[in-house]
């Protein structure tokens, strides 16, 4: 009896104390290590280690899910930041930080409404109408440089809210830009075509004597040849920016575009001073006996420009120096300089603008479309070439276009 009861105790000793170890193993929570059990502890213990990695692997691969859809979301090129029902910021991405100034630390859980301050924001957040979206600024915004975002809400869940904002700054000016455009090309071609729609009616009704008749057709085709060139520039910049760039495999001779360039300088400085008594000299030097690859007629285009602004804006006994020369570093420089008025260094940066003019009715004068440098900067980029200005007001200015040394090769 007394060795039943004394076996009972020592069974029961020993299986607390594998229940005591069981437990503590369980406590720690390292189910990589096998349970220090065996028998019925064991298999206990078995199926809690298995019934644990299960849910650790199924935890362990919603992670990965929810980080790749936060991944997605932070890889979106708008602005994504998630609102709780109460307008608490959840969680946004690097895009909408940026929008909205916003700071992952110091920023998650408030109240979205206090950190975008914008009357118009605040009233469509309370208005609960998200069908269209809203344009904020941005909170880089200066009155300088703004920052304009369209934002919309989409609720979801149960009465949470996705905010999507796009910085639509870019887009807006492109759109202003080609109002801008549509409204300076239609300016430009009204003048000379009220100017020859009045000489018409002027034939059509008055008995002109024949000098007079002479006269008005002169002027007649001059408005012609006006809106002519106006639209061959036109077609000229939308070719520019519509055609790939020019390869490398074509090469064209630089002292045969100096010559072409050359003839058409002395031609239209010759046009030009039928009108006055004297004549601006020009100079022509060719210094580089090299080829260029790219297009001939871009090339001779630009170069054409350029020689006729400086022959256009100085002044008669003025001086036009036209030069191609090698550099130290093997690029190559063509080169305008002139002796004309020069130009006042707060206009330069914008002179590549188009219909952009210092001295609009001298350029109108002289045949002058506003889009020659903006062709030349064009032409430039897509040799890989860069157009510099420097000049001084009052003594004159010198356009240059640097060609690369891989565009370049001596003549054999
Ligand atoms: P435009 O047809 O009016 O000459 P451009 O685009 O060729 O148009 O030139 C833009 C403006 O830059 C001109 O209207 C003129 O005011 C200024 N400009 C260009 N070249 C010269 C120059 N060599 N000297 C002074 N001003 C120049």
Redesign the pocket.
Known sequence: MMGALAAGLAWFVADTYRGTRLLQWVRTGDVAQTAPASGLWGETAERVRRLVRVRERMTSESQDRLNDFLGALQASPNGVTLLDVQGRIEWFNHTASQHFGLDARRDMQQYFGNLVRDPGFAAYLAGRDYSHELAVPGRASTALRPVNLSVQLHPYGEGRLLLLSRDVTAVQQAEAMRRDFVANVSHEIRTPLTVLSGFVETLQTLTLTEPERERYLGTMALQAQRMQTLVNDLLMLSRLEGSPPPGLADWVSMPNLMAELEREGRELSAVLSAKVSRVVTLVFEVQCQCELSGSASELLSAAS?LVS??I???PPSGEVHVSLSPLPDGNVEFS?R?T????APE?IPR??ERF?????S??RD?G???????I?KHVAQRHGAELTIA?TPGH??K?SIIFPLERVRQIG
Request: aromatic residues 8%; positive net charge; proline residues 3%.
């Open positions: 420009n602004n400086a256009r804006y100085t305008v002139d004309g008025p020069g130009i206009h002179l590549t952009y003019r210092i001295d609009r001298r350029s002289t002058g479309t506003g889009l020659g440098l903006a030349v000049s004159g200015s356009f």
